[in-house]
C-alpha cells in the first residue's frame, strides 16, 4: 500500500533504519520508519486518507507520523532530491537522495532501506556494506564525526551492542573514547541523553550496558557526584540487581500495574545522593517538570518512610500502611532495591502484593443502614475499620458492625 500511494505520486519509499535492521534479524519491531523522495508530507496525508487514519506534520523537518487506529504508527521522514545544476548545456543531476539519508545515520546496522514502490518492492539498498556488519554482529560508525555530530549515539551503541549480543567494534570503540576524552557530553544539554538513558534503564536487563557506560568512563558525566570514575562496583552492582529483581517481581504479579522502571533505577542510582542533585540532574537534561516533581516527591517520600520502617521491627500492619500508602510503585520498588533489612522487605511485599488492597467490608451504605447519617466521622468509621481489619482485630463485616456499635 505505502508503495502504491507513493507511485501514484511518482515519489520513492523506502522502510528504513531499526524496522530494516529487525526484519533481517528476524525480530518484530512494530516502529515502521519511511524515508520519502518526494514531499514527506503529502505523502503522509494521502497515506493517512488512504488507510483511514490521522496523520501530524513538522512543516520545520518536513517529517510526520501517519496514526492508525489500531494503535500503529508510521514515522514518515523526507529525503530531499538535490539537483546539480551544471553550467550550459550539461543536465541536471538528480542525486541519489537515500544514499545522503543513510549515510548520515548512526551505525552501518541501522543504514539500510528497503524499496516499498511496486516494481522493484522488497529489494534491500545496502551501499555500505551493512548487511555483512550485521552478519558479523558487528556496531559501526558510518564515519568519523559520528559522535561528535550527536553524542546520544553513544547511549545507542551500548544499547544495541548489549541487546542484540553484538559487538562495539575497534575503531567505534576509540571514537568513543575520544568523544568521552573531549568531554563532548558536558558540552550542551541534550534531552537526547535522557531519552537514550531511558530506553537503556527500560530495557529487560539494564545491568550489562550500565555496566559498559561505566566501562567508558560515562558516569562521570551522567552522575558528577558520584565517585570519579565510579565503576559499578560491589554495593552499586548489588542494588541494581536489587532493583531488578524487585521489577521482575512485581511483573510475576501480574496487577496489569504499569510501572516506569527507568524511574526506579534512576532512584537507585541516585539513592545516596541528596534531592537536590537528582533535581540538578533532571534540570540537565531536559527532563519534563512532570516527572521531575514525580521523582522529586518519591525520593524524598521514601528516604522518610525506609528510615521509619528500619527503627521499627515491630509495626503493625495499619502502621506499615499508613507510612507507605502516599508512595507510588516505582519509589516502592526503589525502597525493595536498597532495604537492606529483611524486616523493611517484607513490610512494602506485603503492603504490596496485599495491604494497599484491603478495605473493610462494611460500606459507607451498611452504616447509613445503622442509622449514622454521612459527614467526616464517615471517613473516621471506615479508616478505623481498615485498620482493624488489617491488624487482624477484625475478620467479617459481622465483627466490624459490632466494633462501630460498641
Ligand atoms: N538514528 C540516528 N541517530 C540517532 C537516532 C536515530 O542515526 N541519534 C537513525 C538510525 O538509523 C535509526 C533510526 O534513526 O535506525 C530510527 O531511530 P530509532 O527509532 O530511535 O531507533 P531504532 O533503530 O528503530 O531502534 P529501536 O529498535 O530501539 O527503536
Known amino acids: ?41 503529502l505523502f503522509a496525508k494521502a497515506l493517512a486518507a488512504h488507510l483511514g487514519g ?30 546539480y545544476e551544471y553550467p550550459a548545456a550539461m543536465p541536471t543531476v538528480e542525486l541519489s537522495s537515500i544514499k545522503l539519508d543513510l549515510s548520515r545515520r548512526d551505525f552501518t546496522i541501522n543504514a539500510m532501506a528497503i524499496q ?40 545507542r551503541a551500548i544499547r544495541f551492542e548489549k541487546r542484540m549480543g553484538f559487538q562495539i567494534s575497534p575503531h567505534t570503540r576509540r571514537l568513543i573514547n575520544n568523544a568521552v576524552t573531549m568531554k563532548l557530553f558536558g558540552k550542551a544539554a541534550d534531552m537526547r541523553f535522557l531519552s537514550e538513558l531511558k530506553i537503556i534503564l527500560s530495557e529487560e536487563n539494564p545491568l550489562p550496558a550500565l555496566q559498559r557506560l561505566s566501562e567508558f568512563n560515562l558516569f562521570q558525566f551522567l552522575w558528577p557526584d558520584l565517585r570519579p570514575h565510579y565503576k559499578v562496583d560491589r554495593r552499586y552492582g548489588h542494588i541494581l540487581i ?71 521491627r515491630r509495626m503493625k500492619n495499619s502502621e506499615i500502611v499508613a507510612c507507605l500508602e502516599s508512595i507510588q510503585i516505582e519509589g516502592l520498588l526503589y525502597m525493595m532495591a536498597i532495604a537492606r533489612k529483611n524486616h523493611v522487605k517484607k513490610a512494602i511485599s506485603s503492603y504490596v502484593t496485599t495491604l494497599r488492597e484491603l478495605k473493610p467490608a462494611v460500606t459507607g451504605k451498611d452504616l447509613i443502614a445503622l442509622g449514622y447519617t454521612p459527614g467526616p466521622r464517615f471517613k473516621k468509621i471506615l479508616d478505623y475499620l481498615k485498620n482493624c481489619r488489617l491488624d487482624g482485630l477484625a475478620a467479617s463485616s459481622e465483627q466490624e458492625i459490632l466494633l462501630v456499635t460498641k
Not at 556496531?139 to 559522535?147: E, G
Not at 510475576?252 to 540538578?280: G, K
Open 242 to 312: 536489587q532493583a531488578q529483581m524487585a521489577i521482575s517481581w512485581h511483573r510475576l504479579l501480574y496487577l496489569d500495574e504499569p510501572c516506569q522502571n527507568w524511574m526506579v533505577y534512576l532512584l537507585t542510582i541516585m539513592s545516596r545522593s541528596p534531592v537536590d542533585i537528582l533535581l540538578r540532574f533532571c534540570k540537565r537534561f531536559e527532563e519534563t517538570q512532570k516527572n521531575t516533581n514525580y521523582l522529586r516527591d518519591q525520593k524524598i517520600l521514601c528516604d522518610r518512610a525506609i528510615h521509619t520502617l528500619r527503627r521499627d
Open 1 to 41: 500500500t505505502i508503495g502504491e500511494v507513493a507511485q501514484k505520486r511518482d515519489y520513492n519509499a523506502y522502510a528504513v533504519g531499526g524496522f530494516v535492521r529487525d526484519l533481517l534479524l528476524k525480530k518484530p519491531n512494530f516502529d515502521l520508519d519511511i524515508v520519502i523522495e518526494g514531499d514527506g508530507i
Open 54 to 83: 490521522r496523520y501530524r506534520k513538522h512543516e520545520r523537518f518536513k517529517t510526520a507520523v501517519v496514526l492508525m487506529k489500531n494503535g500503529f504508527k508510521i514515522d514518515i521522514a523526507t529525503a530531499r532530491l538535490e539537483y
Open 116 to 155: 516499498l514502490n511496486p516494481a522493484r518492492f522488497g529489494t534491500l539498498i545496502d551501499f555500505f556494506n551493512c548487511q555483512s556488519d550485521l552478519k558479523k554482529k558487528v556496531i559501526k560508525v558510518l564515519h568519523n564525526l559520528s559522535f561528535v555530530e550527536d553524542p546520544s549515539r553513544i547511549f
